[in-house]
């Protein structure tokens, strides 16, 4: 049983993908990380000595530690958090029972590299559809909670990519981008080896709605319908893929919870 500052993997994993989901530091020790370089989807590592300089960007949010073994390092790091006035857990029995669990865990070479401290920073096509707009979700649902976007014209993705730093995606050419019959959506989500049902369900909407194959998924065209609308209404890409946020939010929690659920147009009992 936890205790009452520790919480359970199942705890945690209804979480993970969620607004809901608390900010998730990693403090392995790098001897530990490096025999198994992969972490908790949305998660930072960060230096369990250093865990107090993070305090003041916390303020407000409910984190998660998380190490190894669930032992003394995400322990103390907790505790050290609690004391700077943050609302702080602890994972128990950490990244080993998270993996016993069988519970995804994200290759961190797959990350796109970011500077300590900030987000990472990705670019793509400008006035987004469907593809532009699930994959800001994923990456900051699963991947990383402060990662940026930049909407540049199609000619100058490349461009910027180089000059900046960043990342393209959903682009001709780029490593993250439509393979064969499958949209960027879906290699996000095999390279980021995100093995949930749950999204795998919601690749298939996300790529008959982008790839116009409206007739192999019942809820394609709907989304297909919702996601043109939002370009339509909503002139800003950043606002749209805002607006998106909680459309891909509302999906995932259908897929996961609710594909079983009805609706009936009968009196309110």
């Known amino acids: 049983m936890a205790s009452p500052n520790q ?24 001897e530990d990380f490096e025999l ?3 972490i908790i989807p949305s998660a930072k590592r960060h230096p ?15 984190v998660v530690v998380i190490c190894q073994k669930g032992l003394k390092l995400s322990a103390g790091a907790s505790a050290i958090l609690r004391a700077e ?9 950490g990244n080993f029972a998270w993996r016993d669990a069988g519970a995804p865990l994200v290759p961190v070479g797959k990350i796109p590299y970011s500077k300590e401290g900030e987000g990472t920073l990705w670019v793509t096509r400008q006035r987004p559809k469907i593809d532009r707009i ?3 979700w994923l990456i900051r649902r699963f991947v990383d909670r402060d990662a940026k976007f930049l909407f540049v014209d199609p000619n100058q993705v490349e461009a910027v990519a180089e000059k900046f730093d960043a990342t393209a995606f959903d682009v001709e050419g780029s490593f993250w981008g439509h393979r064969d019959d499958f949209c960027t959506f879906d290699t996000m989500v095999s390279e980021f080896e995100l093995d949930l049902p749950p999204l795998k369900r919601l690749a298939e909407i996300v790529r008959a709605a982008d790839t ?8 394609a065209p709907g989304v297909s319908a919702i996601l ?13 893929v805002d607006a998106g946020m909680v459309l891909f939010d ?8 609710a594909q079983d659920e009805t609706h009936s147009s009968g009196a309110v009992k």
Do not use: H
């Open 134 to 136: 699930a994959c800001p």
């Open 36 to 38: 198994d370089p992969r």
């Open 228 to 240: 043109l609308g939002l370009s339509r209404m909503i002139k800003d890409d950043l606002q749209q």
């Open 7 to 30: 919480i359970t993997v199942s705890q945690l994993l209804r979480l993970i993908g969620t607004p809901d989901c608390p900010v998730l530091i990693d403090v392995c020790i790098d």
């Open 212 to 219: 116009n194959a409206l007739d192999a998924v019942a809820e």
């Open 250 to 257: 509302a999906l995932y929690r259908w897929c996961r919870d």
């Open 48 to 62: 369990f000595k250093q865990i107090g300089d993070l305090a003041s960007t916390l303020c407000g949010r409910k």
């Open 85 to 93: 006035g943050i609302s702080a857990e602890y994972l128990e029995g």
